[in-house]
T-cell receptor, first 117, second 114 residues
């Protein structure tokens, strides 16, 4: 079964320090991987995605993520955190459509990132 | 600007009442989705539609109903059969279902049952 795990409910980091939000996945075949961010009482905003190719993906607002197939991970990173990065972050995986699956998107439970001044 | 519009932003309902949440998109996307968000539980799929006049149940469809009469619109009805309807509801769309494209989300509708 397809699944996504975000092992940390909360991540706290000081402004200016690097941040990492972890994500591991389980999917049959090669995955499509996504990161989204959600600010309070708002919808989700797309940050970046991995489809194929370079394992390091760059996205919006200075975020990047590294795809590691052997560790089935897709951790979100930023070299220097900002207070305005404080939000809820979701990792998601989509399995490639086949006869038995429609290619649904599966979300993790989310990680609350807090960046303090 | 293209996007997804959800209304109302906030909604209060008495127990036993049905309520309909609106979702409209002008992105010309074929696929549309409804998710429910509860604290600490991430997003759970209620219904999705890959094309007009067709939709499928997600993981938690009981107590909900949808229609897809137009490409742009995918309203969600929360019926009185839904035992715990208080939640934040998110509508999303994508170019097609199951492709490489990301989902675009609306701003959400917060339903509170009194």
């Amino acid at each position: 079964a397809q699944s996504v795990a975000q092992p940390e409910d909360q991540v706290n980091v000081a402004e200016g320090n690097p941040l990492t939000v972890k994500c591991t996945y389980s999917v049959s075949g090669n995955p499509y991987l996504f990161w989204y961010v959600q600010y309070p009482n708002r919808g989700l905003q797309f940050l970046l995605k991995y489809i194929t190719g370079d394992n390091l993906v760059k996205g919006s607002y200075g975020f990047e993520a590294e795809f590691n197939k052997s560790q089935t991970s897709f951790h979100l990173k930023k070299p220097s955190a900002l207070v305005s990065d404080s939000a809820l972050y979701f990792c998601a995986v989509r399995d490639i459509p086949s006869r038995s699956t429609l290619g649904r998107l599966y979300f993790g439970r989310g990680t609350q990132l807090t960046v303090w001044p | 600007d293209g996007g997804i519009t959800q209304s109302p932003k906030y909604l209060f309902r008495k127990e036993g009442q049905n309520v309909t949440l609106s979702c409209e998109q002008n992105l010309n996307h074929d696929a549309m989705y409804w998710y429910r968000q509860d604290p600490g539980q991430g997003l759970r799929l209620i219904y999705y539609s890959q094309i007009v006049n067709d939709f499928q149940k997600g993981d938690i469809a009981e107590g909900y109903s949808v229609s897809r009469e137009k490409k742009e619109s995918f309203p969600l009805t929360v019926t009185s059969a839904q035992k715990n309807p208080t939640a934040f509801y998110l509508c999303a769309s994508s170019i097609v279902s199951g492709g490489t494209g990301e989902l675009f989300f609306g701003e959400g509708s917060r339903l509170t049952v009194l």
